[in-house]
């Protein structure tokens, strides 16, 4: 049964059952607008005073806050009414939250954090997707935009494998030829019938022709493309971002962004999980929700991991302001909403992997360690972060460094997280057999010395 959602920027947006027919009907329709003036500032400006007007007062947050630290039960999930305590609580109970959910870190995954070694291949950054906070995307004929070759493809994943990579990260805009001819004219030049054709084709030539293990993010996908994919990459991911469907509305961050409604993400999550595929979500913080919004995304997630047992990491990715945006002018998350919502994501999912791209936390980013992260995310040593290319990866030393400065070891992963392994190398084939020379005793990445 698909999950269905109650949306209120203040309320609880808990999973409901529903049926396709009522789902289909809570779609808005898309009506087209000007991109230049969807993202209105003085829209966001008034949902930003709209969450001020519900905070608690300060002796209120003070006393909630303290006691809910003070009953929390070590291993236990917490429930949505403590987090959101947690989440708003007062500075002075800051280092008590994360020195709490540090230990719940160390409960799980003890003396260790772990990053994958990537190359970055944006397949396509065509997308038919208006995001007022991304500069990924292109339409046809902008500057930059661009599908990659096979050769290109190749050549980059050949690269990363000379310098240790085990991982291809594929990106792409939505089946940006559903809206743009110009994408349908490169896929037949290509010899492809679609987007999601091409990706599947790239996997398992990566996969065919280097060492490195594909991991694609391709936006929504039908229940045959959850199988179709998973035949050739050993994980996936799609950032559920936001429960909350009032940011798709016009001025909003998701408006004009169809492939952004909540229930669509939670169904290709949701089929993956039918399908035990290891699975990478998460959420996106500071693009006009709620801290409510923030702790029931976290839920979402914990409900279908209760479910499916398949989700594998989940993102806390912080909104970083970028001069060609819509959301130029939009305030950034601070040091500690990050802090609160990294170490409420670790209390909420206590035995799930928890990442922070530390290239958007920079400089403070080694303290997301003591907020309860266990993975930096992917890292490359070879190609830059094109969905946030301001914001270069740190150096493998310095990370190495700073994050042994806090205690712990760095240790390399491969896409899939060792205690999923079982499930992608039971399956017999090309795949598997990659998997298991790649992986070492533990399931980590088997080290290799670069070339």
Excluded at 378 to 401: A, V
Aim: aromatic share 6%; net charge neutral; charged share 20%.
């Amino acid at each position: 049964m698909l999950l269905g959602w109650r949306s209120a920027s203040s309320a609880a947006i808990h999973p409901v059952k529903t049926n396709p027919a009522l789902a289909a009907e809570a779609e808005p329709p898309r009506v087209p607008r000007n991109r230049l003036h969807y993202h209105a500032p003085s829209l966001y400006h008034s949902i930003h005073v709209a969450v001020t007007l519900i905070t608690p007062s300060a002796s209120e947050s003070r006393s909630a806050c303290a006691a809910v630290l003070a009953n929390l039960r070590p291993g236990a999930p917490i429930s949505r009414e403590a987090a959101i305590e947690l989440i708003r609580c007062p500075d002075e109970f800051l280092p008590e939250l994360m020195a709490a959910a540090r230990a719940a870190k160390e409960r799980f995954k003890p003396g260790v954090i772990t990053y994958s070694r990537k190359v970055f291949l944006p397949l396509t950054n065509l997308c038919r997707d208006y995001c007022g906070y991304c500069t990924f995307r292109r339409d046809p004929g902008d500057p930059g935009a661009h599908t990659m070759t096979p050769d290109e493809v190749l050549a980059v994943a050949r690269a990363g494998e000379k310098l240790g990579c085990t991982e291809a990260l594929f990106s792409l805009g939505d089946k940006p030829e559903l809206f743009f001819p110009e994408m349908r004219k490169t896929l037949r030049r290509l010899g492809y019938k679609s987007t999601l054709h091409y990706l599947e084709a790239m996997c398992e030539l990566v996969l065919r022709e280097t060492s490195l293990l594909p991991h694609p993010n391709p936006g929504l996908l039908s229940t045959e493309w959850v199988a179709r994919l998973a035949a050739v990459s050993p994980s996936m991911g799609l950032m559920l971002e936001t429960t909350n469907i009032t940011l798709l509305a016009p001025g909003a961050a998701h408006d004009n962004a169809p492939d952004k409604l909540p229930i669509k993400r939670v169904r290709t999550i949701e089929d993956a999980g039918k399908q035990n595929v290891p699975f990478t979500t998460g959420l996106l913080i500071g693009i006009g929700e709620t801290l409510e919004d923030r702790v029931d995304t976290l839920l979402a997630i914990r409900d279908l991991h209760e479910r499916y047992g398949h989700i594998q990491e989940v993102i806390v990715q912080n909104f970083r302001v970028k001069a060609a945006i819509p959301m130029a002018h939009w305030p950034e998350p601070t040091r500690g909403e990050m802090l609160r919502a990294v170490a409420v994501a670790r209390l909420l999912l206590p035995n799930v992997n928890i990442q922070a791209p530390p290239n958007l936390s920079a400089p403070y980013y080694d303290d997301l360690v003591e907020a309860g992260i266990n993975d930096w995310g992917g890292i490359s040593p070879l190609t830059p972060d094109f969905i946030n290319p301001e914001k270069p990866w740190p150096h493998l030393d310095q990370l190495r460094l700073r994050t042994e400065a806090k205690g712990f070891s760095l240790r390399q992963r491969l896409p899939v997280y060792p205690e999923f392994l079982s499930a992608v190398t039971a399956k017999p084939g090309l795949l598997s057999d990659k998997l298991r020379v790649a992986a070492d005793g533990l399931g980590l990445a088997k080290i290799r010395t670069a070339a």
